[in-house]
């Protein structure tokens, strides 16, 4: 006869966050000796890199999230729970959730990632969503499709010029790919679709503070970004420092050209839009500051190399939560890039570390492989950093396709994916453009 194991006999790991460190983690950590409680505010894992697409009707949301149970479903050391973490006790090793419920754990991995940073200025939320959930996505995604509609409905050009103005603030990868497909719906996927409003008139607008977009690949590559863009349609304003935000536009200071001789000067203009979307900045997760714990500008939690706390080998902060730093074999120490591939190598370290000190063995330091960047620009138009190689246009784009499709969680992700993406390039369609709740909510999607 079977017994079940003693469930008191096993190390405890609690892990809140089930983004990809979290969730690399939990997979690391199945082993008989851990069980293992995840505990996530919603019930899927979402693959963010292509929410932008859901936002802009390109994929619906089940073609990049899958449900965390059914994920963990064979994996039976896990528990998953769907909650709020209140706050966590170090000292006493526990987890409190807003409902009340203590947890006590043997060792924690906090991975609740990042959230949008408005730099001190969160009334700008309201007028310039970012898109970190599906919720961000299927709000933004219907405030996108209304700007047309309402345009269609408004008689006067000067009263529907601002409704086919859309502002991307931020020229990094999300504001990139998010004005590179703005710019193809505008000019094809709508096309033949209104009769008052000609779509393709619609400006895009990508707002970069510093003298260039990507500012994270090298100088050549950013530039010939810039140049695919602006094929595209896209009007690349770098230099451009958001001042105001409001429901009526956006105001900018702009730097202007140095008169021969002269200073450099800037002027300050406004531009009246409808539908602006913040792509300029992340701040960490609020959890991190309740932790009480050392932190950086950004409100990233410092972590030690083996990516711990200090004075509490037991607690991990992982993912964009984390300070990290990659030490390298030379002995130099690197700064930790906020990229996905980066919190899964945390995620799995951490757990090789727990296992380690569980069976008396040295935790190891963190050291990051960097695999190279890619961000795609519009169709057959990306750009991609594999270190020493470095490439751009129709081969960027076919690669970035095939690394995003592989990457996706479980096979009819990764065959709708591809079939969505082969339809919308052979015809230009888009056809997850259901607005469910013209009057502002969350809308459903399928």
């Known amino acids: 006869m079977q017994t079940e194991p003693d469930l008191s006999a096993q190390h405890h790991v609690i892990i809140i966050g089930c983004g990809f460190g979290g969730l690399e983690a ?4 199945n082993h008989p000796r851990v069980r293992i409680t995840l505990i996530d505010r919603s019930n899927h894992h979402l693959f963010q890199p292509l929410l932008y697409q859901v936002a802009t009707a390109g994929l619906s949301a089940p073609s990049i999230a899958a449900p965390i149970r059914h994920m963990l479903r064979r994996q039976r050391n896990v528990t998953v729970l769907m909650a709020e973490v209140g706050g966590i006790d170090k000292a006493a090793r526990q987890v409190k959730l807003s409902e009340g419920q203590v947890l006590s754990y043997d ?9 949008h940073s408005y730099f001190g200025r969160d009334e700008w939320a309201q007028h310039a969503p970012g898109l970190k959930t599906l919720a961000d996505a299927f709000k933004l995604r219907a405030r996108i499709l209304l700007a047309f509609e309402q345009a269609e409905k408004t008689g006067a050009p000067e009263a529907r010029a601002p409704w086919l103005n859309f502002i991307i603030i931020g020229g990094g990868p999300t504001g990139v790919e998010m004005a590179g497909t703005l710019a193809e719906i505008a000019r094809h996927t709508l096309r033949d679709e209104f009769r008052r409003i000609d ?6 607008l990508l707002l970069e503070g510093s003298d260039r977009v990507l500012q994270a690949f090298p100088p050549e590559l950013s530039a010939k970004a810039g140049r695919q863009l602006e094929a595209l349609g896209v009007q690349l304003h770098c230099g451009s420092r958001v001042v105001q935000i409001d429901a009526e536009g956006v105001e900018i200071e702009e730097q202007l050209p140095a008169p021969e001789g002269g200073a450099p000067q800037t002027r300050r203009r ?9 792509a300029a900045g992340v701040a960490a997760s609020p959890l991190g500051r309740s932790l009480g714990l050392p932190l950086d500008r950004a409100g990233r939690v410092i972590v030690e190399p083996e990516l711990s706390v200090a004075d509490h080998a037991e607690l991990y902060v992982i993912g964009d939560l984390a300070a990290a730093q990659s030490h390298e074999k030379d002995g130099r120490a690197l700064p930790v890039p906020g990229v996905s591939p980066a919190a899964k190598q945390m995620g799995r370290l951490a757990a090789a570390n727990i296992l380690a000190r569980l069976q008396g063995k040295t935790a190891q330091k963190f050291r990051y492989v960097d695999y190279g960047a890619l961000a795609t620009i519009g169709r057959k138009a990306a750009v991609a950093d594999l270190g020493r190689f470095r490439f751009s246009g ?7 396709l095939f690394v995003h499709v592989y990457f ?4 009819r992700n990764r065959l709708v994916v591809l079939m969505d993406w082969a339809w919308a390039y052979l015809s230009f369609q888009r056809y997850a453009r259901v607005i469910a709740e013209p009057a502002g909510g969350a809308e459903a999607d399928s």
């Open 199 to 204: 779509p393709a008139s619609a400006q895009i």
């Open 270 to 278: 406004r531009i009246p839009a409808r539908t602006v979307v913040w």
């Open 107 to 115: 060792a924690l991995i906090v991975a609740t990632g990042a959230t």
């Open 394 to 400: 129709y081969f960027a784009w076919l690669f970035w």
């Open 408 to 411: 996706l969680i479980g096979f």
């Open 26 to 29: 939990a997979r690391s950590l």
